[in-house]
């Protein structure tokens, strides 16, 4: 098997990186492991952007991954194609994957195939919409989330998830610290429990990550560390239950 998996995954990672300067995609190499091996593989974005108007835009865009577990020759991998626009006070996103989609969270996430959407009027500091998603492949179902942003020089958004899986109400909370420094809230509810996350970028380029669900008692922590000037990133997510680290070189 590994014999076998050394003569594929040179071919798979020649046949998505080397069009890259070709057709404008840009493209990363990736490296990373869990408990159930070390990965490698590639992952590829290509995106058109076009103004509308004088402030509005339209962002076609088509990305993919292939990859390997080189102890057990598994391949992982997703496609994924979607458009997101502004234009007046209307903001829209919509897209189709099929794949593990949260592979750079998670490599070992089930394969998914599914549509999803959002759409958010804009009526000055203020906004509201509705996200929405059917997924037909790992674990079946449908999501409708309304939604109710207030805007200034920070972002706060409330939520309520309902559908195939448990209603929930979610919290989040965005603010600028300035000098290149962010911090993320989530907080979502359900009837399993309380379920926050945290995110603090420092210095521009390196984030800080927590997270605790109470349904469990479990928490996690993660670093992420990601230069602009550079072509490299690398990054790592523990708790009790995985761990998860991956590393990545830009083309």
Do not use: C
């Amino acid at each position: 098997m590994r014999k076998t998996t050394w003569i594929i995954l040179p071919v798979l990672l020649l046949l998505l990186v080397a069009p890259a300067s070709a057709i404008n995609i840009n493209a990363e190499l990736l490296v990373g492991g869990t408990k159930e091996g070390l990965y490698v593989g590639a992952e590829a974005v290509h995106s058109n952007r076009k103004m509308i108007g004088f402030f509005g835009y339209q962002e076609d865009y088509y990305k993919g991954m292939v990859g390997l577990n080189i102890y057990t020759g598994q391949m992982i991998g997703y496609v994924q194609g979607g458009r997101q626009a502004f234009s007046g006070n209307l903001k829209y996103h919509v897209s189709a994957y099929a794949g593990n989609i949260y592979v750079r969270d998670d490599f070992t996430a089930g394969n998914r195939l599914g549509v999803s959407g959002d759409i958010m009027r804009v009526n000055g500091d203020q906004g509201y919409g509705i996200q929405g998603e059917i997924n037909i492949v790992g674990g079946p179902g449908f999501s409708v989330v309304p939604y109710y942003e207030w805007r200034t020089d920070r972002i706060l958004q409330a939520m309520v998830g309902i559908g195939s899986h448990k209603p929930f109400v979610r919290i989040r909370y965005y603010t600028d610290l300035n000098q290149g420094k962010t911090i993320f809230l989530e907080s979502t509810l359900n009837s399993d429990g309380l379920d926050s996350r945290v995110h603090y970028l420092f210095a521009e380029d390196l984030t800080l990550m927590a997270s605790y669900f109470s349904g469990n008692n479990e928490f996690g922590v993660g670093v992420q560390w990601d230069p602009e000037e550079r072509p490299y990133s690398a990054g790592i997510k523990w708790s009790p239950a995985r761990m998860q680290w991956i590393t990545s070189y830009r083309f």
